[in-house]
């Protein structure tokens, strides 16, 4: 399967099926943006581990992924954690490597974002509260 046809079935599956459950699961952890077009919260439902004050996550499709794209026009976040919501600061890292950081992070969803992901790119959250 090409990288292109994995990355639209995978996006279609996440954002049509698991996506829209994942974010009304109350101890799942989901990222909130800011819709850079519409200015409305965007949240994508993800996992990673937190580390004192950070929250930290590898993106499968990096600069593609429409969270990143919001995240670079306004990097002020909310992560839902356990059912309870932090604001923050969210920082993209291109110098990290994600395939090392990835085994950091909880291992059932590091094997789908190895597995699926095209363009990895680590991103940290400077939590607030």
């Known amino acids: 399967m090409t990288t292109d046809v994995r990355d639209r079935v995978t996006k279609f599956v996440q954002r049509r099926l698991v996506n829209p459950l994942a974010t009304r699961l109350p101890s799942h952890t989901v990222l909130e943006t800011t819709g850079r077009k519409s200015g409305q919260p965007r949240r994508t439902p993800l996992d990673g581990s937190r580390v004192g004050d950070q929250f930290w996550f590898v993106c499968e499709f990096g ?67």
């Open 63 to 129: 600069e593609n992924s429409q969270y990143v794209k919001n995240i670079k026009a306004n990097p002020t976040v909310r992560v839902r954690l356990r059912g309870r919501w932090h604001n923050g600061t969210a920082h993209l890292l291109p110098d990290d490597d994600p395939r090392t950081r990835l085994r950091e992070l909880p291992r059932a969803n590091s094997f789908a974002v190895r597995t699926f992901g095209t363009s990895l790119l680590t991103i940290c959250v400077d939590l607030t509260n």
